[in-house]
């Protein structure tokens, strides 16, 4: 088994399905990880041609549930998209498979469902 398959275990099911993992980092205090959102346009947005790819926000720090007695931090971004037509720059909402059991963090909740709008101006 891979080592990014076994991190994929630890967290929270549907991640991998979101999320492409871009650096694992361990040391002596903590495993820190690093989660850039894939690129994928709503349905709706595919077939508009004056939506395109704008970069990512910046990373947001998460402190996960601990792993083996550290603590887990997710350092992650999701990405922006520009519409050309109307100048806006938005993020969307993510959602994971609502599996009962699973525990989200209520900082963790708050990243997926925040838009990460954009306001600045197209350069």
């Not at 994929?8 to 993992?21: N, Q, R, T, Y």
Request: aromatic share 14%; charged share 35%; proline share 5%.
């Amino acid at each position: 088994m891979k080592t990014a398959d076994a991190i994929w275990m630890c967290l929270p099911e549907g991640m991998d399905e979101l999320f492409e993992m871009v650096r694992f980092e361990r040391t002596e205090q903590s495993y820190d990880i690093w989660l850039d959102e894939k690129k994928k346009l709503s349905d709706e947005d595919y077939r508009n041609p004056h939506i395109v790819a704008r970069g990512y926000t910046d990373y947001v720090t998460i402190q996960d549930y601990p792993m083996r007695g550290r603590p887990v931090f997710l350092h992650m971004r999701k990405n922006k998209w520009w519409d050309k037509q109307t100048n806006e720059i938005f993020s969307y909402n993510l959602e994971l498979p609502n599996d009962e059991g699973t525990r989200l963090s209520a900082e963790f909740v708050a990243f997926l469902k925040d838009e990460g709008g954009d306001n600045s101006p197209v350069d």
